[in-house]
């Protein structure tokens, strides 16, 4: 069994910043060989990739991101961060962590953590 936990999420100002946290736990689950992701999904609308880090750490971002979210992966510690800088009242979703091993056909999501951005 994989367990995905986020954290971090809450109640920002626009051009405000939050750090979301993704720690990743299972009996087997070697957290170095998956490759790690971000999406979100707001309100009426289909969840979407934010940005993902490979397994040997190579980064992409949706272009309504790029320049304002960094994407890092502490394998030792089984974690995924997201440093979101700049937000902007479009960015207001529930950020969910993803967790892909295509090779092993496995994919795990986390529950969700919400951010919302509002004066």
């Known amino acids: 069994q994989v367990q995905l936990v986020e954290s971090g999420g809450g109640l920002v100002q626009p051009g405000g910043s939050l750090r979301l946290s993704c720690g990743a736990s299972g009996s087997i689950f070697i957290f170095s060989i998956y490759t790690m992701g971000w999406y979100r999904q707001a309100p009426g609308k289909q969840r979407e990739l934010v940005a993902v880090?490979?397994?040997?750490?190579?980064?992409n971002y949706a272009d309504s991101v790029k320049g304002r979210f960094t994407i890092s992966r502490v394998n030792a510690k089984n974690t995924v961060y997201l440093r979101l800088n700049s937000l902007k009242p479009e960015d207001t979703a529930v950020y969910y962590c993803n967790a892909k091993w295509e090779a092993g056909r496995a994919d795990y999501w986390g529950q969700g953590t919400q951010v919302t951005v509002s004066s």
């Open positions: 880090i490979t397994s040997g750490g190579s980064t």
